[in-house]
C-alpha cells in the first residue's frame, strides 16, 4: 500500500542517516475507506493525491513544532511516498480521514519518492507556520493564512536526489 509520511527538512536528513523512518508507531497518510467515501468521485490518481495533501498539512504541523523548538531549517513541507505491507498498515480515526498508524519502520528501500516544497514556497509556509496556532484556535483570517500554503505544488524527487537536496534545506 501506498503510505504517505509528513516529514521536515530535519526528518529527511534523519531517513539518509539512520536509512529508515521511524521508530513506530508513525502517522501517515493514505486511500482508506473514509476517505474514498468522502471523495467519492476520485481515481485513485486524485485519492493519492488527496492523502498527499493530508500529509503536507501534517508537515506543516511538524516543521511547527520543530520551529517552536528551535530547530533551524528551510520552511518547506516534506512528504514521504513509501510502498508498505497492507499488513502494517492500521486506519486511524483520530487522524482524520486518510490517517493511518504503521506498526513498523519504514526502510530507505521501501521509500518511493520524496515531496518538498519550492524555495518560492517559503514565505508563504513562513506565514502559515506564524498562524498556524491561531487557525487551531479558531481565529478565521489565521486559517485563511495556513490555507494559502495548499497553493504550492510540492516537487518530486527520486530518491537518489535526497542526499543532493539536504544540503540546501538545512542550510550546510
Given at each position: 500500500m501506498r503510505v504517505y509520511?509528513?516529514?521536515?527538512?530535519?526528518?529527511?536528513?534523519?531517513?539518509?542517516?539512520?536509512?529508515?523512518v521511524g521508530p513506530p508507531p508513525l502517522v501517515a497518510f493514505a486511500v482508506t475507506p473514509a476517505l474514498r467515501e468522502w471523495y467519492a468521485?476520485?481515481?485513485?490518481?486524485?485519492?493519492?493525491?488527496?492523502?498527499?495533501?493530508?500529509a503536507a498539512a501534517a508537515s506543516l504541523e511538524r516543521l511547527q513544532a520543530e520551529t517552536s523548538a528551535g530547530a533551524a531549517s528551510a520552511a518547506r513541507r516534506v512528504v514521504v511516498a513509501a510502498d508498505v505491507p497492507d499488513a502494517s498498515v492500521q486506519p486511524d480515526a483520530a487522524l482524520g480521514r486518510g490517517g493511518?498508524?504503521?506498526?513498523?519502520?519504514?526502510?530507505?528501500?521501501?521509500?518511493?519518492?520524496?515531496?518538498?516544497?519550492?524555495?518560492?514556497?517559503?514565505?508563504?509556509?513562513?506565514?502559515?507556520?506564524?498562524?498556524?496556532?491561531?487557525?487551531?484556535?479558531?481565529?478565521?483570517?489565521?486559517?485563511?493564512?495556513?490555507?494559502?500554503?495548499?497553493?504550492?505544488?510540492?516537487?518530486?524527487?527520486?530518491?537518489?536526489?535526497?542526499e543532493g537536496l539536504i544540503g540546501g534545506l538545512l542550510g550546510t
Open positions: 509520511l509528513p516529514s521536515t527538512p530535519r526528518g529527511l536528513a534523519a531517513l539518509l542517516e539512520q536509512r529508515e468521485e476520485g481515481d485513485e490518481e486524485e485519492l493519492e493525491y488527496a492523502a498527499s495533501d493530508l493511518v498508524r504503521l506498526g513498523a519502520a519504514v526502510p530507505l528501500a521501501r521509500i518511493a519518492s520524496v515531496h518538498v516544497d519550492d524555495a518560492e514556497a517559503e514565505p508563504d509556509v513562513r506565514a502559515a507556520l506564524q498562524a498556524l496556532p491561531a487557525a487551531r484556535a479558531g481565529d478565521g483570517d489565521a486559517a485563511f493564512t495556513v490555507e494559502q500554503v495548499e497553493g504550492h505544488e510540492l516537487l518530486w524527487y527520486a530518491t537518489q536526489e535526497v
